[in-house]
């Protein structure tokens, strides 16, 4: 994975030379707010202020990170895209959509996988807020796009019929030739075992190592850190952080959150992520059928606009801060939180919260935007980076140019 990406002979040749004045003249454009983000983290781990540091050889000898890290940032880019992940998957650009309920229409997964990164179809986004039947749905992805595509398997094994309808979207997926799977939650060893029967490839989002720990243990092939500035739900680590905790269990790992723009795709992969997972960036495309309204929220956003809440799922999602959302605050009522905790009854807590929120998420989704005031705006902090709608293809054209 990510250590491949240096070779001997990259760090030996390009410390030196026209290397150094592209660095000092790219030092100059970081000085803007928005690049505090993941750069920040780079200056608190290499001990000097950001600007004033461009080499990551003088990061303290400890832990996986420190040999994936140790040639200049910007010798990085020469193989930056070419990541194991990118071969091992079939595509061009280590760069996944994310499954988004309720906003991964179809076109925005074929726009994804056809500008060269990999489109993750959400089933329930799919067939419930999108209207497709299962099979046909993939065909109509196939019909928009003839590159890899990956599905989106959320483990929630509390419910024996979800569970079945999941089992068969995975035997329908893997029958329509898709061969890459991210899952979330749960134990996804039943999902590992169907995908890997056909030579398939399957990815667990985590947000800690112990998650990790289980999920490898399950036999995933590769990591999906999920970190505090995600959109969706968040972790509680930042994305340095979590690499540095699960980059010594030996599987690719992919950098979820906070990612917006080049510069952080870039300095993501520079850590020794092997590819990123991003949502927000996405929403605001023009092939999302996302509303308007709910794409100008995320372009006026600024990071400090983002929050936890617990009203959408019992668990905290990072959402958009709105009038209606401080109206009634970001945590759970009294008897939801005491039923949230009990063992029993947290496992109907959550099936109730998850139901409620997919049909009221489902109506807001609604093309031409059916949106209302009391509406949850699902986004992450990467919100800081976008600052307009544009399409997907100008997007990851982008991505792939700042990282070659
Ligand atoms: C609106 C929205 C819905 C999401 N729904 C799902 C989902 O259904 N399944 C899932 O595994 N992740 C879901 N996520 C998480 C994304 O796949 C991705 O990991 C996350 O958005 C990355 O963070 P970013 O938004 O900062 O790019 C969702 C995220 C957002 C913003």
Not at 45 to 52: D, L, T, V
Not at 316 to 326: A, F, G, K, N
Not at 380 to 394: C, F, L, P, R
Request: proline content about 4%; overall charge positive.
């Amino acid at each position: 994975m990510g250590s491949s990406n240096l070779s001997t002979r990259a760090r030996g040749s390009l410390r030196d030379g026209p290397e150094q004045e592209i660095a000092a003249k790219r030092r100059k454009k970081h000085k803007t707010e928005r690049d505090k983000g993941l750069f920040a983290d780079f200056a608190s781990f290499c001990g000097h202020s950001f600007p004033h540091c461009d080499d990551f050889r003088c990061l303290p000898e400890r832990g996986p990170r420190q040999e994936l890290l140790r040639p200049t940032r910007y010798t990085l880019h020469m193989a930056l895209l070419s990541t194991s992940f990118c071969r091992d998957i079939g595509i061009e650009v280590p760069l996944l959509c994310g499954a988004m309920y309720p906003c991964s229409n179809p076109e925005l997964v074929a726009a994804v996988s056809e500008a060269g990164g990999l489109g993750i179809v959400q089933p329930l986004s799919l067939t419930y807020v999108h209207g497709h039947e299962f099979r046909q749905g993939l065909r109509f992805i196939r019909e928009l796009t003839a590159k890899p595509i990956g599905l989106n398997v959320i483990v929630e094994d509390s419910s024996k019929i979800y569970l079945e309808r999941m089992r068969g979207y995975v035997e329908e997926a893997l029958d329509e030739g898709v061969r890459f799977f991210v899952t979330a939650l749960g134990k996804p060893g039943w999902v590992v075992e169907m995908v890997h029967t056909a030579g398939g490839r399957v990815y667990h989002n985590v947000t800690e190592a112990k998650w990790a720990q289980k999920a490898i243990a399950e036999g995933v092939d590769g990591l999906i850190a999920v970190n505090d500035r995600a959109g969706g739900h968040a972790g509680p680590r930042a994305p340095h952080e979590l690499f540095d905790e699960l980059a010594g269990f030996g599987k690719p790992v992919l950098c979820a959150g906070g990612i917006g723009d080049e510069k952080s795709f870039v300095e993501a992969l520079g850590l020794g992520y092997a590819g990123v997972q991003l949502g927000t960036r996405f929403i605001t495309t023009k092939e999302c059928t996302a509303s308007e309204a709910y794409k100008q929220a995320i372009v006026d956003a600024s990071e400090s606009d983002i929050v936890l809440t617990e009203r959408i799922t019992g668990v905290p999602v990072s959402v958009i801060r709105t009038p209606y959302l401080e109206r009634i605050g970001t945590k759970a009522g009294p008897v939801a939180r005491f039923l949230l905790r009990g063992r029993r009854t947290r496992r109907w807590m959550r099936a109730l919260y998850s139901v409620r929120s997919g049909m009221k998420l489902k109506k807001a989704h609604g093309q031409g935007g059916s949106m209302s005031s009391r509406d949850f705006l699902q986004a992450g902090k990467s919100v800081a980076t976008i600052s307009e709608i544009e399409s997907v293809a100008d997007i990851v054209a982008r991505f792939r140019d700042a990282a070659s």
